[in-house]
Nanobody
Framework: QVQLVESGGGLVQAGGSLRLSCAVS????????VVWFRQAPGKDRKFDREFVSAISWSGLSTYYADSVKARFTVSRDGAKNTVYLQMSSLKPEDTALYYC??????????????????WGRGTLVTVSS
């Protein structure tokens, strides 16, 4: 089965940058997308996870939530089977547990936590003011 491992979280001051990584193993198909979600501290239900960004496994299509557009960039390194989320101009409201997940590629760009098939365990990002 597909396995996902996030890394790169930590403490950063507002205005700073951080890069998250999602290492992917197992069978992946062109019909899949890797999707980033985040969950604010104090919440623990999967449906409370907010969509952040997504990239088709082919790398040809990317999607962003309005709240992070122009600040975050999602990319894929095919040689390493790793998806990255480069975060810049971080704000305190970006503080969350960040997850990567795998689900069907949606050309509409609409991704919901309940539709994902696989999840990583998350990596914590804390942005101080």
């Amino acid at each position: 089965q597909v396995q996902l491992v996030e890394s790169g979280g930590g403490l950063v001051q507002a205005g700073g940058s951080l890069r998250l990584s999602c290492a992917v193993s197992g069978p992946m198909f062109s019909s899949y997308a890797v999707v980033w979600f985040r969950q604010a501290p104090g919440k623990d239900r999967k449906f409370d996870r907010e969509f952040v960004s997504a990239i088709s496994w082919s790398g040809l299509s990317t999607y962003y939530a309005d709240s992070v557009k122009a600040r975050f960039t999602v990319s894929r390194d095919g040689a390493k089977n790793t998806v990255y989320l480069q975060m810049s101009s971080l704000k305190p409201e970006d503080t969350a547990l960040y997850y990567c997940a795998v689900g069907a590629h949606r050309y509409s760009g609409s991704y919901y936590s309940g539709d994902m098939d696989y999840w990583g365990r998350g990596t914590l990002v804390t942005v101080s003011s």
